[in-house]
């Protein structure tokens, strides 16, 4: 029941992705809600094995929707690698670690030219911009990828 | 005595390795389309998305549509108006398009056809962090190949550059990886039309003894690859120059607003 839960999340993010936050670009840039996702269930699911079928599950979805190749399994495979191996050693709280890693993950992807940007400060604005979606959408991945 | 442990990290890194290796080798090979299995999936995923556009989007119609149709009336009154007067010019049009091939004959000019255009309705979009796109409701059944020139009537919107059974995906013109060559139809000054990634245009290659100056419209030019000539691209915002460079640097606006794009249609 949790698999096909997370897999149908993953189905409204592309739609939310598609339909919703396009038109709620700034500067031309909308948030990764697949980075934030893949982020807080790379935290929350404590089997890296299942982190790593969910992130590039995340990532194809996204390359399906988007042009070109494989890119998105790529950056959501490592970032759901790096993520898991963080909350393994994090004691904290695990919301902040999640912040903290959108905001690491989004600046490193925007440095290797993942993201498409207009300018060269557009990182702070992706940066930014991927940050507010972790209050919004932490409770709801919680309540969805949370294995209690 | 160690046991077989079934799910060891060290076992997950391996498969996510050779995942990562596979994703890498698909994407810079000629199997992207994974021998047909993307497109079979995009087909599958399409009518959830479809189902959602069209929730998404009668949801957000209710509170206006009881006004919007006393407004609908008043406005197909007078676009019957509109309609009866545009028949009258399209007759004179016509004339004038056979004046014209028979001008261009005798020129000795090759033809131009007109365009044969398909309606299709966008059912979702991606923009930055990912590429500019845009997804609609038309595929290969309804005709559409990859890339068709995709238009609405204010001009040039994107190209087609996949396609699958029941949709295809358009990149617009507003994208980085997208170039159309262009011309300044008042003075023909030439240059490469690429997105700035933040929903304008930058024209490249305009050189410095080309006459360009702002409010100028761009238009297609006859040299792209995709699109036909003459298909409004922008007006022209901005014109500068550096030193020891060879090229304007233009900066154009695009008369098509990518935001709002509900409907488009693709040139057969």
Redesign the interface.
């Known amino acids: 029941m949790r698999y096909l839960k997370i897999l149908i999340s993953f ?2 993010l ?2 939310l ?7 709620l ?1 700034y ?6 809600l697949f ?1 934030v996702s893949v982020i807080v269930l790379a935290l929350l699911e404590k ?3 299942q982190t ?1 079928f969910y992130s ?1 599950f995340a ?1 194809f ?2 390359d ?11 950056s959501k ?2 970032v759901g ?1 790096l993520a898991s191996e963080a909350g393994e050693r994090y004691l904290g709280d695990e919301y902040s670690l999640a912040a903290g890693l959108v905001a690491v993950f989004t600046f490193f ?1 925007c440095l290797l030219g ?6 060269g400060y557009g990182w702070i604005v ?1 940066v930014i911009y991927n940050l507010l979606m972790v209050p919004i959408f932490w409770p709801i991945f919680k309540k969805i990828y949370g294995k209690d | 005595m160690i046991r077989y442990q079934p ?1 060891s ?1 060290k ?3 391996k ?2 390795l050779i ?2 290796l596979l ?2 080798f ?3 090979s000629a199997f ?1 389309d994974l021998f047909g299995v ?1 497109s079979l ?2 087909s599958v ?1 399409y009518p ?2 479809w189902g ?2 069209a929730i ?1 989007k009668s949801t957000l119609s209710i509170p206006g549509s009881l006004s919007r149709i006393r407004n609908l009336m008043k406005e197909n009154e007078e676009l019957r108006e509109k309609l009866k007067i545009t028949a009258v010019n399209h007759l004179r049009l016509e004339e004038l398009q056979k004046e014209n091939e028979r001008l261009r004959q005798i020129l000795g000019f090759k033809s131009r056809s007109y365009l044969k255009l398909l309606p299709a309705e966008v059912i ?10 845009l ?1 609609i409701d038309k595929g290969e059944r309804a005709g559409v190949k990859k890339d068709q020139p995709v238009l609405v009537e204010e001009g040039l919107v994107g190209k087609v ?2 396609v699958f059974p029941f949709s295809a ?1 358009v ?1 617009l013109l ?4 997208l170039a159309v060559a262009a011309v300044d139809q008042r003075t023909r000054a030439f240059g490469v039309a690429v997105g ?5 245009l930058d024209l490249k290659y305009v050189p410095l003894t080309a006459e360009i100056q702002e409010g100028d419209r761009i238009v297609t030019s006859s040299l792209s690859y995709f699109a036909p000539p003459g298909i409004p691209v922008g007006t022209v915002t901005k014109v500068s120059k550096r030193q020891n460079e060879m090229f304007y640097q233009v900066k154009v606006k695009p008369l098509v607003d990518f ?1 709002r794009l509900e409907e488009v249609f693709i040139a057969l």
Request: proline content about 3%.
């Open positions: 189905f409204v592309l739609f992705q598609g339909e919703i936050f396009s038109h670009t500067l031309g840039v909308a948030p990764d980075l089997d890296l094995k790593i590039a990532g979805m996204q399906l929707a988007s042009a070109g190749g494989y890119l998105n399994v790529i495979l490592v690698v992807l993942f993201y498409k940007l207009a300018f992706v | 799910f990290r076992r997950s890194y498969s996510a995942l990562l994703a890498i698909l994407s810079f992207q993307r999936l995009f995923i959830f998305e959602l556009a998404w979702a979009r991606e923009s930055p962090p990912g590429f500019h796109l997804i550059i996949e995906k990149l507003v994208d980085a990886s700035d990634n933040s929903f304008g935001n």
